[in-house]
């Protein structure tokens, strides 16, 4: 087999067979075809969407012992997966958190590569959700903090996520607070932030505001009423 036979097998053994994928990596290197960043981000996406941190994470020194670097659209695969719940993950857990933490650490090492990776706005979304899932408002909006220390701007879908756990935390000022930020910033509130605030108003028994609230977004003009993004990262 040549090489692109290889990276082909590997892509249709990785979602199910993740373990096997890596086995052929292996073989292919016996074989004499060096690893490339295609055939290694298959096999690491897999285990991060199987929830096979450690073992991702074990793929990751390997592939920078041979010069690869995992990139940013395979760090987003593996930190959202710490909040998926997958092979004893549980979702919203403080080890998924920490686990979130450690692997935009990671991304950000130089290690043994000319320069590690600068998350991108996605990458911090996928960890303030994780660590936002583990009821932990404070580390999130420190995180947040960090993110903007770094130039990175967030978007409407990022100040939703902030919304939607310090309300469900029953964090009424935080989430006051993330609402101002946001209109400061000039992002425009879509039907998903509307529907955090209201719901932060409900945990946190407070009709008056929830109703004023639910007011505002009422008299939006329709278009201003509907989604302004794919929710997802």
């Known amino acids: 087999m040549i090489c692109s036979d290889y990276e082909l097998i590997i892509q249709a053994y990785a979602d199910e067979l993740p373990f096997k994928a890596m086995e052929l990596l292996y073989e292919m290197e016996r074989e004499g075809f060096g690893w490339t960043h295609r055939p290694c981000s298959t096999v690491l996406q897999a285990f991060g969407k199987a929830g096979r941190l450690a073992v991702a994470l074990q793929l990751i020194n390997k592939m920078r ?11 987003l695969i593996l930190i959202m997966a710490c909040h998926r719940g997958k092979s004893g993950m549980l979702a919203g857990d403080r080890g998924g958190s920490q686990q979130a933490l450690e692997l935009l650490q990671l991304m950000q090492d130089r290690g043994p590569m000319p320069d590690g990776i600068k998350p991108n706005e ?6 303030l959700d994780a ?20 130039g990175e701007q967030p978007n409407v879908y990022t100040m939703t996520t902030l919304l939607d756990h310090a309300g469900a935390a029953g964090e009424l000022s935080v989430a006051e607070g993330i609402w101002r930020e946001m209109r400061n910033r000039q992002l425009e509130p879509d ?36 989604p302004s993004r794919s929710r997802g990262t």
């Open 122 to 127: 996605r990458n911090w979304a996928a960890l």
């Open 65 to 75: 012992e041979r010069g690869i670097n995992p990139n940013d659209a395979d760090y």
């Open 131 to 150: 660590i936002g899932r583990a009821g932990q408002v404070t580390e999130m909006m420190a995180w947040y903090g960090e993110m903007c220390q770094t």
């Open 191 to 226: 039907v998903y932030c509307y529907n955090a605030l209201i719901n932060c108003y409900a945990t946190a028994k407070d009709p008056e505001r929830r109703r004023k609230c639910l007011r505002r977004w009422s008299s939006l003009p329709p278009l201003s009423r509907m």
